[in-house]
C-alpha cells in the first residue's frame, strides 16, 4: 500500500513575540517581515518590494512573487496585525495613564482651592465683601469636584462645610452664590 504524503505542518509563530523568527522561517524572511511591519499603517507588500529594489544590498530580496510567498507561508498579515493590536492598546493605556494623572491633578487642586477657602471663613465676618470671594472659591472648587466625580460630590461637599463653619455661614455663602457672584 502506498504511503500517504505528510501534510505540512501548520506554521506557528510566538504570540508573544510576533515578529519573532519562528522555524521553519528563514532569516531572510523574517527580516522582510520586519521591514513590512516597520513600514506601518499602509504597507504593503508592493511598497516593500520597491523599497528593497532601490536598496538591493540590504534587502532579504527584491522579488514581489517571494515577499508575497513568504507573507502567505509565514503568516505575515496576522502577525503584523497581532503587533499593531498590541501598539495600539500600549498607546491607549500611555493615554489613559495620562489622563487619569491630570485628573488626580485637577482634583487636588479643587480640593486644596476649597481648603483654603474653607480655613479662611473663620477669619472673614458675615457681613465682609470679602466673604463673596470665599464663596466664590468654594463654589468654583466645589462644581471642578463635582464634574471630577458626579453631581452628587456638590452636595456632600457643602454638607461637609456646612459641619465645618455652621449652617449660618453656609446659607449666607450659599446666598451670595445665588446672587450670581460666583461663576
Same mark, same amino acid.
Given at each position: ?13 510566538? $504570540?508573544?513575540? +510576533? ?5 521553519? $522561517? ?21 511598497? !516593500?518590494?520597491?523599497?528593497?529594489? /532601490? ?10 512573487? /517571494? !515577499? ?11 502577525? #503584523?496585525?497581532? #503587533?499593531? *493590536?498590541?501598539?495600539?492598546?500600549? !498607546? ?5 495613564? $495620562? ?8 482634583? @487636588?487642586?479643587?480640593?486644596? !482651592? @476649597?481648603?483654603?477657602? #474653607?480655613?479662611?471663613? +473663620?477669619? *472673614? ?7 463673596? %470671594? =470665599? ?22 461637599? &457643602?454638607?461637609?462645610?456646612?459641619? &465645618? =463653619?455652621?449652617? %449660618? #455661614? ?5 446666598? *451670595?452664590?445665588?446672587?450670581? *457672584?460666583?461663576?
Amino acid at each position: 500500500m502506498p504511503e500517504t504524503p505528510k501534510r505540512p505542518q501548520a506554521f506557528t509563530w510566538s $504570540e508573544v513575540d +510576533p515578529l519573532a523568527r519562528a522555524e521553519p $522561517e528563514t532569516r531572510q524572511a523574517n527580516a522582510a517581515l520586519r521591514d513590512y511591519a516597520a513600514m506601518g499603517p499602509g504597507r504593503s507588500l508592493a511598497s !516593500l518590494a520597491s523599497r528593497h529594489q /532601490t536598496d538591493p544590498k540590504a534587502a532579504p530580496t527584491k522579488r514581489l512573487r /517571494t !515577499l508575497k510567498d513568504w507573507s502567505r507561508r509565514y503568516a505575515w498579515q496576522a502577525r #503584523v496585525e497581532a #503587533v499593531d *493590536v498590541a501598539y495600539s492598546k500600549r !498607546l491607549a493605556e500611555a493615554e489613559l495613564t $495620562e489622563r487619569l494623572a491630570d485628573r488626580r491633578k485637577r482634583i @487636588r487642586t479643587y480640593e486644596a !482651592l @476649597r481648603g483654603v477657602a #474653607v480655613a479662611a471663613l +473663620p477669619h *472673614v465676618a458675615t457681613t465682609d465683601a470679602r466673604l463673596a %470671594e =470665599v464663596a466664590r472659591a468654594i463654589d468654583v472648587a466645589n462644581r471642578g469636584l463635582a464634574a471630577e466625580y458626579g453631581d452628587d460630590s456638590l452636595t456632600k461637599a &457643602l454638607a461637609m462645610i456646612g459641619d &465645618l =463653619v455652621g449652617q %449660618e #455661614v453656609l446659607q449666607n455663602i450659599a446666598a *451670595v452664590i445665588a446672587e450670581g *457672584v460666583a461663576v
